[in-house]
């Protein structure tokens, strides 16, 4: 059976109320929290960085998945770890040194994840895809939420499964930027694991209701 992880993504929700809204993902169905870490170089936005979430940290009741959009992420890699990360993906784009990087997350006892920008090719990937415990393929342009769901990225996904296929890896695929109950089930079926949303989650009127229909279409 196909069970599709959820993974609400943070930056979508009410800043002012984030207690409210961590415990509201918590009492849901979602599997992870998606925590977006942007610098405002490598993205051309400002999120939030380490008092949030350790802040958000205290709260959270499942998985931490954090996306680093910052440049030279080998800085604060043990920094992540120690504000209870337990998943943390640096962008290929970012890295001079994707395999170093990788070893000094796993190091530092958090599984491995690698983002792609849309422009960048999976095949990129062959030579490190067994170290890698996590791709993100980026459906948007990373830095901001709410933006539109990029078609290309069913086919990124499919040569991304074949890739982990070819190469007998383990490593799960995640899919970050307008995903909404209109490709969340395309999406699992072309090989997804993971599925972040953020303002498909947070605007709705129903958040937990929201998760609950998300899961329900992407297990088959
Ligand atoms: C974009 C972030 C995403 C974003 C997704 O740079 O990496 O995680 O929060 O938000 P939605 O689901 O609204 O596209
Ligand atoms: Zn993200």
Redesign the pocket.
């Known amino acids: 059976m196909k069970n599709t992880l959820i993974a609400p ?1 943070v ?2 929700a009410d800043f002012a109320n984030l207690q409210r809204d961590i415990e509201m993902i918590n009492a849901s169905e979602a599997d992870w929290f ?1 925590i ?1 870490i ?1 610098d405002g170089v490598f ?1 051309p936005n400002i999120s939030f960085g380490m008092p949030v979430l350790e802040a958000i940290s205290k709260h959270a009741k499942k998985t931490i998945d954090v ?1 680093l ?1 910052i440049v030279d992420p080998d800085r604060y890699i043990t920094t992540f770890a120690d504000l209870g990360a337990n998943v943390l993906t640096v962008h290929y784009e970012a890295c001079t040194h994707v395999h170093r990087t990788l070893q000094a997350i796993k190091a530092a006892g958090m599984k491995a994840g690698v983002a792609l920008n849309p422009h960048t090719n999976v095949a990129l990937l062959e030579d490190v895809i067994n170290d890698i415990d996590l791709v993100c393929i ?1 459906s ?1 342009n ?6 539109s769901f990029i078609e290309n990225t069913y086919e990124k996904v499919r040569q991304l499964k074949a890739l982990i296929t070819k190469k007998g890896a383990a490593t799960q695929i995640e899919i ?4 909404t109950n209109k490709n969340a089930k395309q999406l699992a079926e072309a090989g997804a694991d993971v599925l ?5 989650v947070f605007k709705a009127a129903d958040p937990i209701a929201t998760v609950a229909d998300l899961k329900k279409i992407t297990t088959f």
């Open positions: 993504s930056l979508a998606h977006d942007m993205v996306h959009m980026m948007v990373p830095g901001f939420g709410g933006q970050d930027g307008g995903v972040v949303a953020g303002s498909f």
